[in-house]
């Protein structure tokens, strides 16, 4: 993977400030500016831009730069499942990210990890374990990682009680949208309860949240005659 490489560098900023640094004000509109003006060259040049860089471009005024600046300073600080996340590995997911940080609990252990050891984590085949492993052998990568050290990206390393709490041995899946709070609060949530998130129903699956506009993954859960429950009883399943 070429970190030069326009479509990666979009795909990898889009992931860095929307799902996971949730930096605000810096929609795919401004990255592709910045990028056609060759400000940023790989993502971790987001958190390096200086309000002197944006304010000479055409449709930039100083206010929404100033914005854009402090966001970006203010989200240099991430969890370690959200990182994992950024790093835009193939095959690699949200949750998919969360069971890692809970595996490893740091990415100097992540990046030391063998092959057959990613094999051996619940719900990581083999071709999920075989990018995760590349990523971390490839020295353009490496270098990579170490950019957004230098950048002053701090990855937070929050031990979450996976192994106990009420919803321990449950597994969810939520599907539509919620009302109360976002899908990803009601995933954490959960997480801190004890319980699991996976994206596809299957006879796994203890509960289905069903939220508005739902779609399939509620179709599949009454033919498979999964418990089903709406958001007002979600909440109460947590409080």
Known sequence: MNHTDSGWLEKSSKI?????FNIVGLGPRIIDRLIEEGLVNDPSDLFQLKEGDMLPLDRFAKKSVENVIKSVDSRKNISLSKFIFALGIRNVGEETAQDLAKRFGSLEKLKKVSLEDLQGIKDIGPVVAKSIYN?????????FLDKLKKVGIKIEYVKIPFSSGKLKGLIFVITGSLETMSREKAKEKIRFLGGEITEAVSMKTSFVIVG???????????KLGIKIINEKEFLKLIK
């Open 212 to 222: 508005k506009d739902s779609g399939l993954k509620f179709e599949k859960a009454k």
């Open 135 to 143: 990523y971390f052998k490839e020295k353009k990568n490496l270098d």
């Open 16 to 20: 860095i400030t929307q799902k996971a």
